[in-house]
Nanobody, 123 residues
Framework: VRLQASGGGLVQAGGFLRLSCVAS????????MGWFRQAPGKEREFVAA????????YYSDPVKGRFTISRDNAKNTVYLQMNSLKYEDTAVYFC?????????????????WGQGTQVTVSS
């Protein structure tokens, strides 16, 4: 499975972006998906995750209420809608896929990782 993330860019604080991650194979629909981010000089951190059905979602505290994760299994795509962006949201964002939502959320590990997409929020 290859994951291709896109949608990053430069935005002013308070603005919004929508990230997309397209999976290369049809098995996408049976995998939980997640978004992680890594800022310069910091460790990778969990952002959000969604079950294969889309029913269950998890968010980290810093993004809760501002970011929304969703998926379209017919398009093999997971999205991250990011609203009310803050300077501290600046990071490279990665999408990931794993069979277990709990594993993805609890361990911050995944079977497959996409390449990152840069999000830069200017203050």
């Amino acid at each position: 499975v290859r994951l291709q993330a896109s949608g990053g860019g430069l935005v002013q604080a308070g603005g919004f972006l929508r990230l997309s991650c397209v999976a290369s194979e049809h098995i996408f629909s049976s995998y939980a998906m997640g978004w992680f981010r890594q800022a310069p000089g910091k460790e990778r951190e969990f952002v959000a995750a969604i079950s294969w059905s889309g029913v269950t979602t998890y968010y980290s505290d810093p993004v809760k209420g501002r970011f929304t994760i969703s998926r379209d299994n017919a398009k093999n795509t997971v999205y991250l809608q990011m609203n009310s962006l803050k300077y501290e949201d600046t990071a490279v964002y990665f999408c990931a896929a794993d069979r277990g939502l709990g594993y993805l959320h609890d361990t911050h590990k995944a079977e497959f990782w996409g390449q990152g997409t840069q999000v830069t929020v200017s203050s």
